[in-house]
């Protein structure tokens, strides 16, 4: 991480504080201090910054000289969020954009190129998919999307131009998993790179990186920033990526995230561990109640026993995360009976907030598909998604009880 000579670090140094437990990382990684001493971490709305001599601005361009030289390329707030979340995810390097898809996209598109091939899973988020299969052609890069779960389907993709491999799990909003080391064995003997994005799960409660992942994404608009405020994203990854490949793509073409919104997720992110932990909680007790509520047909959670993917949930996340999936009876006319019935619980396509959220996907989210394209992704019309906030999981079910009397 670069910093500023006038910057000073905090007493721990970034082994010290990588030895520590994940909530404390938390709180103390990647702090710089001003001559003030504050105890939160400083704002710097800059855009750029001056030089002592022309020589020193000569080596800050060389990059023989650490230090900043305009916002666009890094920021000390910045680097302070990329720093805490590299430590906590076990990454290199992290550099934060301006959205969850700018990281996608930049994570992506700067290190392919013409003729090159992109094998992903077929579940993804809409804009997810719309990168794959509709702006990457028009740089004749090609893509075969598959089953996640199934291992040989990643296999039977693989082609000599292959280079990247792609997927979320859990996935949006199926709450489907991806078999990440088993799918990292393929690409590693495929000679491709895997980028995973982790939204759903969380960094607290799954790590791509020790499953054997090579780059982990996130909207950090999501859980990270957690009470609706700001936008941003993180790519986080190894040195030699960034040096070879990212970076370079960043600075020449500006995804660069605000000094505020980053600010605003490195404050996120000192609370993140228990915002997670109790809307976790919260989401595990209330997927068992939705599934003895009349007006539900099917319940997903990950670390329900009925989860298809049981096993895998338990062997690869250290929870079931924040979001419940459920069909309502009566496709898309009763879950808009149900929804438009919520009163605590409100409509929303975002997730990962304080306050719970719910959304109908296939008029939102993934409206953009064809009926098709959405049955095979397990998107039926009476599918709805729950992300589940901070209220008290008693309101909640109170709520969603009520509302399906109108089912």
């Not at 719970?356 to 709805?384: C, K, N």
Request: aromatic share 6%; charged share 20%; hydrophobic share 45%.
């Amino acid at each position: 991480m670069t910093q500023n000579d006038k910057l000073s670090q905090d007493k721990l140094t970034a082994a010290e504080i990588a030895q520590l437990r994940p909530d404390t990382r938390l709180v103390q990684g990647g702090i710089l201090r001003s001559p003030f001493g504050e105890t939160s971490e400083a704002l710097f709305l800059t855009q750029g910054y001056v030089y002592d001599t022309a020589e020193q601005a000569e080596a800050r361009f060389k990059g023989e000289d650490p230090g900043f030289i305009y916002t666009r390329y890094s920021n000390p707030t910045a680097a302070m969020f990329e720093s805490r979340l590299a430590l906590l995810e076990g990454a290199e390097v992290a550099r934060a954009t301006a959205s969850g898809m700018a990281a996608v996209t930049a994570a992506l598109l700067c290190q392919l190129k013409t003729g090159d091939h992109v094998v992903a899973a077929r579940a993804l988020f809409g804009s997810c998919r719309y990168v794959i299969e509709e702006l990457l052609p028009r740089f004749g890069i090609t893509s075969t999307l598959v089953d996640g779960t199934d291992l040989s389907a990643w296999k039977a993709a693989v082609r000599p131009q292959t280079k990247v491999f792609f997927l979320e799990s859990p996935t949006n909003p199926t709450l489907e998993l991806v078999d990440i080391a088993a799918v990292a064995e393929i690409s590693k003997a495929a000679g491709a790179c895997l980028v995973v994005d982790n939204v759903f799960a969380t960094p607290m409660l799954q790590s791509p990186l020790a499953l054997g992942a090579d780059i982990v994404v996130y909207s950090a608009t999501k859980h990270i920033d957690g009470q609706g405020r700001c936008l941003a994203g993180v790519v986080l990854c190894s040195e030699k990526f960034l040096t070879d490949h990212l970076q370079t793509f960043l600075r020449q073409t500006g995804p660069s995230v605000s000094p505020f919104n980053a600010w605003v997720m490195l404050k996120g992110l000192e609370t993140l561990p228990l915002r997670v932990e109790r809307s976790q909680a919260s989401a595990a007790t209330l997927a068992d109640r939705l599934s003895a509520l009349p007006g539900i047909t099917k319940v997903i959670y990950p670390y329900r026993a009925d989860h298809p993917q049981h096993e895998l949930a338990k062997r690869q996340m250290r929870g079931g995360g924040t979001l419940v999936t459920f069909e309502i009876e009566g496709g898309k006319a009763g879950a808009f009976r149900f929804l438009n019935q919520l009163k605590v619980v409100r409509i929303s396509n975002n997730l990962g907030d304080a306050k719970s959220l719910v959304t109908h996907p296939a008029t939102t989210t993934h409206q953009r598909f064809a009926p098709e394209a959405r049955a095979e992704m397990g998107i039926s019309d009476g599918m709805v998604r729950l992300s589940v906030g901070l209220e008290h999981v008693d309101d909640l079910t109170d709520d969603v009880a009520r509302a399906l009397k109108a089912v």
